[in-house]
């Protein structure tokens, strides 16, 4: 189990850093540098960049970090950790969700992509892959 932990966390820690590094550069203005030669601002400047007023890039950092801080809580606190990968499953589920969605709206309506948006929710889907795991280790 503990490998998944170890996974685990490296995988919300790189997300963090990913969708850090999007917050980082809308908030100084920068422009994205897409190393696929796309228009990531095509899609983090588009109508879907935000859910009520909170932009996605945002929402991400509170997810990865949520995701960390809980399963470093669930590791520290055993006696609750059933419960926190619980808590953590489902947010995972909403977190996949969303990145099906927000992929979807990227090539069907977009019709570009930004990579550090894919990357992110690439690492979300592999969050919910290691959650499902950790779920059935904890419940047995």
């Not at 170890?6 to 809308?26: E, S």
């Not at 669930?74 to 489902?90: E, K, S």
């Amino acid at each position: 189990m503990t490998i998944y932990v170890a996974t685990f966390l490296g995988l919300a820690i790189l997300g963090l850093a990913d969708t850090g590094y999007l917050a980082f550069r809308h908030t100084r203005k920068k422009p994205l540098v897409c190393p696929l030669d796309h228009d990531c601002s095509k899609v983090t400047e588009s109508k879907w960049s935000s859910v009520l007023g909170i932009r996605n890039e945002y929402l991400g950092v509170l997810y990865y970090a949520g995701m960390v801080i809980g399963m470093a809580a669930a590791f520290i606190l055993t006696a609750w950790q059933p419960l926190l990968i619980l808590l953590m499953f489902f947010s995972a589920s909403i977190g996949v969700l969303y990145s099906l969605f927000l992929v979807a709206v990227q090539f069907v309506l977009i019709k570009d992509y930004c990579f550090y948006c894919l990357v992110s929710a690439g690492i979300t889907f592999l969050l919910f892959l290691n959650i499902i795991t950790l779920l059935g280790a904890v419940t047995k």
